[in-house]
Nanobody
Framework: QLQIVESGGGLVQTGGPLKLSCTAS????????IGWFRQAPGKEERGGIL?????????GYLHSAKDRFIITRDNAKNIVYLQMNRLHPEATAIYYC?????????????????WGHGTQTTASS
């Protein structure tokens, strides 16, 4: 059974780092595009952050995250990571990992097929 589980969220000081994990079971991650999205408090829309494909190629969708957020994957462990550095207060959100049943990335959340339940991250001074 296909399952995606996010972990690593929590309370972090503004300006600090945090690393999120997306662990997959029931399928092999490297066959699909894996994206990280986030949903801020009071917002209905989940915005794309970064996406990674099987060969490690990545695409960013959040301009403010450029050069601060990094997506990587460990195919042996079947995990995709989101390393977030120099967090802004606007980083407070629920972070979701999601799978797209094709090897290409997309910034449109509706193109993704399976989602985890999310992990809450709060950036506060």
């Amino acid at each position: 059974q296909l399952q995606i589980v996010e972990s690593g969220g929590g309370l972090v000081q503004t300006g600090g780092p945090l690393k999120l994990s997306c662990t997959a079971s029931g399928f092999t991650l490297d066959q699909y595009a894996i994206g990280w999205f986030r949903q801020a408090p009071g917002k209905e829309e989940r915005g794309g952050i970064l996406c990674i494909i099987g060969n490690g190629g990545a695409i960013g969708y959040l301009h403010s995250a450029k050069d601060r957020f990094i997506i990587t994957r460990d195919n042996a462990k079947n995990i995709v990571y989101l390393q977030m550095n120099r967090l802004h207060p606007e980083a407070t959100a629920i972070y979701y990992c999601t799978l797209k049943r094709s090897p290409s990335c997309d910034g449109n959340r509706h193109k993704y097929n399976s989602w985890g339940h999310g992990t809450q991250t709060t950036a506060s001074s």
